[in-house]
């Protein structure tokens, strides 16, 4: 229907801008034709699998479950739709229904993004304070790819603190630390000063206070060195 990817926020807020919209009215038009052809074929699984993606981005996570849910119904073999379900999940606070849908979703060998359940499925099991469970799903996590993900190291950081190992927190999070200034100053590296300002300005609106503030730590690294 748009001519743009649905599944790229940053790409459906310059399309948004364009065309004088929220993302949000982008996001709940797709929900709307995807509406229309499931009102035409009920069995349509692509369509329940796009609704279910655009209520996610909405943050209508119960709306993306039932759809999640309905797509599992008709496709047991699409390891994304529990992988999105359980997202959904934990999004709500519902971790051990999480863990769940992120376990089987593990079963599939082959699914390219079984680094980032096993790191979502290790803060679910943070947030249930099974925190040996934790570690060993983070450090599957790290065995895959150990260099591209700081928040990887962060969040291990967390559950050795919460297992009072506090040497490896502290080592974990100046990892963390370092990483996240290494990729900030490499990013800054390829673009124009005005460009900076820009993509600064948009990161910066994009985050809470906390993340705010520890963007602003971060930069202040990058800036000394």
Do not use: W
């Not at 994009?206 to 202040?220: P, W």
């Amino acid at each position: 229907m748009f001519m743009v990817n649905l599944d790229n926020p940053n790409e459906v807020k310059r399309f948004a801008d364009k065309q004088g919209s929220s993302v949000k009215e982008i996001y709940e038009s797709d929900i709307s034709f995807q509406t229309s052809l499931l009102d035409e074929n009920p069995q349509k699984v692509n369509s329940y699998f796009r609704r279910g993606n655009d209520y996610f981005e909405i943050r209508n996570y119960e709306a993306a479950i039932n759809d999640f849910k309905k797509v599992i119904e008709l496709n047991k073999n699409m390891p994304e739709a529990y992988h999105y379900l359980a997202d959904s999940y934990i999004n709500l606070g519902k971790n051990v229904e999480a863990i769940e849908f992120y376990s089987k979703a593990l079963n599939f060998e082959n699914y390219k993004s079984r680094i980032t359940l096993f790191q979502r499925r290790a803060l679910a099991k943070k947030n249930c304070e099974d925190y040996k469970g934790a570690l060993e799903d983070i450090n599957e996590a790290l065995k895959i790819n150990s260099t591209s993900y700081s928040e990887f190291y962060k969040l291990r950081s967390q559950i050795y603190y919460l297992l009072n190992d506090l040497e490896n927190a502290n080592e974990d999070f100046e990892k963390y630390e370092a990483m996240r200034i290494e990729s900030l100053k490499q990013m800054l590296s390829q673009v124009s000063n005005i460009e900076k300002e820009t993509m600064l300005f948009n990161l910066f609106s994009s985050l809470n206070d906390d993340e705010q503030n520890e963007l602003l730590a971060t930069l202040l690294h990058t800036y000394k060195e």
